[in-house]
């Protein structure tokens, strides 16, 4: 497919690059690079929408991983992507790594195709090992990168190019020990605007999912590509679950959709799919939510206030989605089960849960404190300001 117009997208004469103009008449260019999970595009695209409003002349370029769930959901959000040849490192097959610096040359050499066409005044990388080879070759160019770091310990591949970045975006303070501090910009995760500005109706919610009225609803979210243990917990205690009054949003990923939907054949209270679009209405349709801390989970529900039962994700870099998890269980904003432990507990204490009133009530209050709506505008004023 071609994506771009190559004799008069990336053309620009020598007189419209000037030393005096040096982009001529044309607006700013800025290429958003990463990917790989909902973690890492769904604050891409706040950040990209974040630059659009501020600066409507703005052209904006996706890189990401050929194969990979950005390479759909960018261009359902509106913008043009590119697809790199190129994998992360498979830690339970080592074999299959044998191939790795090849792709690493190979998409290094699309990157610097990708950047001498484009010509992009900035690169922002948002995590996944896409971001990789676009920032390193952008920095080796002398082109002002930034890092939006979400979660609390840094990735080796944004260590080694925090270096040399412009800025660092991180979700919170202390990120010190991984980054230069007069880089450090704490602003927050990125929430969907569709989230963090939703005025969707928990009856508009349920009527989206076909749900009742006057039932509690959970919401099983094992973040954008599925969660197996979660999965099985659920399956296995979903008679009992819906004999204690509930009703259910279950996301389940591509892996497990199949069982699920056999699973919930003619339950009519269960709602069940692999992926959903439409966050804004589950997380308005849920008086209950099951979910893994990553980052932007946990990012997003401080935004909607909801009452969360976390399941950290047992084998995340550093265990940070315990670390994630534990920081509002301390503060009394959310409750957690370990996954080792979810077969024996989970459906236990959403049926608890579900029952106590005031718990629920104070898990929402507190987990309200927590909330950052306007992070993507922050890192789209830094940049712009940088660059402009």
């Given at each position: 497919?071609?994506?771009?117009?190559?004799?008069?997208?990336?053309?620009?004469?020598?007189?419209?690059?000037?030393?005096?103009?040096?982009?001529?008449?044309?607006?700013?260019?800025?290429?958003?690079?990463?990917?790989?999970?909902?973690?890492?595009?769904?604050?891409?695209?706040?950040?990209?929408?974040?630059?659009?409003?501020?600066?409507?002349?703005?052209?904006?370029?996706?890189?990401g991983a050929k194969g990979r769930m950005e390479m759909e959901k960018v261009p359902?959000?509106?913008?043009?992507?590119?697809?790199?040849?190129?994998?992360?490192?498979?830690?339970?097959?080592?074999?299959?790594?044998?191939?790795?610096?090849?792709?690493?040359?190979?998409?290094?050499?699309?990157?610097?195709?990708?950047?001498?066409?484009?010509?992009?005044?900035?690169?922002?990388?948002?995590?996944?090992?896409?971001?990789?080879?676009?920032?390193?070759?952008?920095?080796?160019?002398?082109?002002?990168?930034?890092?939006?770091?979400?979660?609390?310990?840094?990735?080796?591949?944004?260590?080694?190019?925090?270096?040399?970045?412009?800025?660092?975006?991180?979700?919170?303070?202390?990120?010190?020990?991984?980054?230069?501090?007069?880089?450090?910009?704490?602003?927050?995760?990125?929430?969907?605007?569709?989230?963090?500005?939703?005025?969707?109706?928990?009856?508009?919610?349920?009527?989206?999912?076909?749900?009742?009225?006057?039932?509690?609803?959970?919401?099983?979210?094992?973040?954008?590509?599925?969660?197996?243990?979660?999965?099985?917990?659920?399956?296995?205690?979903?008679?009992?679950?819906?004999?204690?009054?509930?009703?259910?949003?279950?996301?389940?990923?591509?892996?497990?959709?199949?069982?699920?939907?056999?699973?919930?054949?003619?339950?009519?209270?269960?709602?069940?799919?692999?992926?959903?679009?439409?966050?804004?209405?589950?997380?308005?349709?849920?008086?209950?939510?099951?979910?893994?801390?990553?980052?932007?989970?946990?990012?997003?529900?401080?935004?909607?206030?909801?009452?969360?039962?976390?399941?950290?994700?047992?084998?995340?870099?550093?265990?940070?989605?315990?670390?994630?998890?534990?920081?509002?269980?301390?503060?009394?904003?959310?409750?957690?089960?370990?996954?080792?432990?979810?077969?024996?507990?989970?459906?236990?204490?959403?049926?608890?849960?579900?029952?106590?009133?005031?718990?629920?009530?104070?898990?929402?209050?507190?987990?309200?404190?927590?909330?950052?709506?306007?992070?993507?505008?922050?890192?789209?004023?830094?940049?712009?300001?940088?660059?402009?």
């Open positions: 497919m071609k994506l771009f117009d190559m004799s008069e997208r990336f053309v620009d004469s020598k007189e419209s690059r000037s030393p005096t103009n040096p982009r001529g008449q044309r607006g700013l260019r800025v290429i958003i690079a990463g990917g790989g999970t909902g973690g890492h595009i769904f604050p891409a695209i706040a950040i990209a929408n974040a630059l659009k409003r501020m600066d409507e002349s703005i052209d904006l370029l996706f890189v359902q959000a509106g913008y043009t992507i590119e697809g790199l040849d190129i994998a992360g490192f498979n830690r339970s097959s080592l074999i299959k790594n044998i191939g790795l610096p090849f792709k690493l040359a190979k998409s290094l050499l699309q990157v610097r195709s990708i950047i001498r066409r484009f010509k992009p005044d900035a690169v922002i990388g948002v995590g996944g090992y896409s971001s990789f080879p676009v920032l390193r070759v952008a920095q080796g160019k002398r082109i002002p990168t930034f890092i939006h770091e979400s979660n609390s310990f840094a990735g080796k591949s944004n260590l080694w190019l925090g270096k040399k970045a412009m800025m660092i975006f991180t979700a919170t303070d202390g990120m010190e020990k991984f980054f230069p501090a007069d880089k450090i910009k704490v602003t927050g995760n990125p929430v969907r605007k569709e989230i963090s500005g939703s005025a969707i109706t928990k009856r508009e919610g349920l009527n989206f999912f076909s749900l009742e009225e006057g039932k509690k609803t959970v919401f099983i979210v094992g973040g954008s590509l599925g969660a197996k243990s979660i999965n099985e917990a659920i399956d296995n205690g979903l008679d009992a679950l819906l004999n204690a009054g509930l009703q259910f949003i279950w996301q389940t990923g591509k892996p497990y959709a199949e069982k699920a939907r056999a699973r919930a054949l003619g339950k009519s209270f269960v709602w069940t799919n692999d992926f959903i679009t439409k966050m804004e209405y589950a997380y308005a349709a849920a008086d209950i939510v099951v979910s893994r801390s990553g980052a932007m989970a946990v990012a997003e529900l401080c935004v909607v206030k909801k009452p969360v039962l976390f399941v950290p994700y047992p084998f995340a870099a550093e265990d940070h989605q315990m670390v994630n998890a534990m920081e509002l269980v301390k503060k009394n904003a959310a409750l957690m089960v370990k996954d080792n432990e979810i077969r024996e507990k989970l459906v236990f204490m959403i049926i608890e849960l579900a029952k106590d009133e005031s718990k629920q009530n104070e898990l929402k209050k507190n987990i309200a404190t927590l909330a950052i709506t306007d992070a993507d505008m922050k890192i789209a004023e830094e940049v712009l300001k940088s660059i402009s």
